[in-house]
Nanobody, 121 residues
Framework: QVQLVESGGGLVQPGGSLRLSCAAS????????MGWFRQAPGKEREFVST????????YYADSVKGRFTISRDNAKNTVYLQMNNLKPEDTAVYYC??????????????WGQGTQVTVSS
């Protein structure tokens, strides 16, 4: 099982940008699909984006499509989430996760501790 540590969250004004990083332990990082999920106060955790093992295919929630970009560097055991044109409704705790398949959200079973993103003026 891979261990995940997120970083890069913070407070940003509407329209601003942040880049989240998720560092994974172990030598099997490239065998996992990776994803970002988020949970806002009082709401259930929701899908944001996933990426296949080799990084060739990405998937996004409609709410972030065109604003967020997921990428991974298998040599560095790291997955990223570039977030542009942030909106107050993007405020949430963002979680990194690993799974068996990028299109099977129920396969994501290893989670980081989360990083807070707050979008406010």
């Amino acid at each position: 099982q891979v261990q995940l540590v997120e970083s890069g969250g913070g407070l940003v004004q509407p329209g601003g940008s942040l880049r989240l990083s998720c560092a994974a332990s172990g030598r099997t990082f490239s065998t996992y699909a990776m994803g970002w999920f988020r949970q806002a106060p009082g709401k259930e955790r929701e899908f944001v984006s996933t990426i296949t093992r080799g990084g060739g295919t990405t998937y996004y929630a409609d709410s972030v499509k065109g604003r967020f970009t997921i990428s991974r560097d298998n040599a560095k055991n790291t997955v990223y989430l570039q977030m542009n044109n942030l909106k107050p409704e993007d405020t949430a705790v963002y979680y990194c996760a690993s799974g068996k398949a990028a299109t099977v959200l129920s396969s994501f079973d290893s989670w980081g501790q989360g990083t807070q993103v707050t979008v406010s003026s």
